[in-house]
């Protein structure tokens, strides 16, 4: 048990100090972003595809680490996910794990439906000693881990009911709900978390509630990226140029739903193809008339089996599609 502490207190440590990169960039024009209340969105992730280096690692890691249920596999790929839906696809395609300085993927994040199921997320990584760190945003919490190839994944649980807004005078920083400045990422409390586990039986997958709910990316240049973005339907939530990232809502309270940044260096190509990353991922639109204007404004796509595939200016791939009820 003592074992098992000291790991997670030091992934805790040294993970924070790079998730704390944001929340250090100091001296921002004053910008005060107050949250877009707006009551739907006009589109969802579908599947985000990974490529990686061995696929039986990647099981082991989705399935028992994470709490997926392996929906399908081939010899060379395997989707997981919850009992309705699949939310990753691994492809057994790289050579080498992920490697920093390149543009592409930063993180994916992975929300739970409530406190309940976050507090089951959390309890599996304990059971299983899997390093992680654990991070309050306000507007969010959040649990950060890497997959088997170094892929970053977050574990959410949206709580957008405790923000108010987003203060960058002399460095950026939250108010809450209550008033309360806090630091963009602060140490998230896991024992009460713990508190609210009502079910310890892990051999249950994932809630069919569970989504993939943001994708934070490496851009090459994140102006040229974040008006792309714009252009599918988001709407601009932050933007801070001088630092290099911005991100963008998609509708409804929580507006995090797609985030850049140019930490790791302006005009970085993407990674090459035998290196673990993104493949690409599906954003599904909730009408047929959202999906259309956003085609009108990228002008170039290639329709095939019902999905319309764009890059975006970075190079990442893109399916659109119509959400399927």
Not at 104 to 114: D, L, S, V, W
Not at 281 to 289: D, M, P, R
């Amino acid at each position: 048990m003592q074992q098992k502490e000291s790991i997670k207190k030091k992934w805790h440590f040294d993970f924070r100090k790079n998730m704390d990169t944001f929340s250090t960039l100091a001296k921002a024009n004053p910008i005060k972003n107050q949250i877009n209340k707006t009551s739907e969105e006009f589109a969802s992730f579908g599947a985000i595809h990974l490529n990686n280096t061995s696929l039986e690692k990647s099981t082991n890691f989705w399935t028992k680490i994470v709490g997926m249920k392996l929906r399908k596999s081939t010899e060379n790929s395997a989707e997981f996910g919850t009992e309705t839906k699949t939310l990753v696809v691994v492809h057994q395609t790289a050579k080498t794990p992920f490697k920093k300085g390149y543009s592409g993927i930063y993180h994916f994040a992975i929300h739970a439906p409530n406190m309940g199921e976050f507090a089951r997320m959390l309890h599996r990584l304990h059971d299983n000693n899997y390093p992680y760190s654990p991070v309050d945003h306000t507007m969010s919490k959040s649990l950060y881990l890497d997959d088997p190839d170094g892929i970053n994944v977050e574990f959410t649980l949206e709580t957008p009911e405790r923000f108010k807004r987003v203060i960058s005078d002399g460095g950026i920083k939250i108010e809450d709900a209550t008033g309360n400045i806090r630091g963009a990422s602060v140490y998230l409390e896991v024992d009460k978390i713990l508190e609210n586990l009502e079910n310890k039986d892990l051999d249950k997958p994932l809630s069919k509630h569970t989504y993939i709910g943001h994708l934070h990316l490496y851009a090459n240049n994140v102006q040229k990226a974040n008006a792309f973005y714009k252009k599918l339907g988001f709407t601009q939530f932050n933007n801070f140029p001088e630092f290099m990232f911005a991100d963008l809502g998609a509708g409804g309270p929580y507006q995090h739903r797609l985030a850049m940044n140019s930490w790791h260096g302006m005009e970085k190509p993407l990674a090459p193809a035998d290196h673990a990353g993104m493949a690409h991922f599906q954003l599904n639109y909730s009408t047929k008339e959202k999906l259309s204007e956003a085609l009108n404004n990228v002008t170039v796509f290639e329709e095939k089996n019902g999905y319309y595939c764009v890059y975006d200016p970075t190079g990442n791939k893109l399916l659109l599609t119509i959400e399927k009820g």
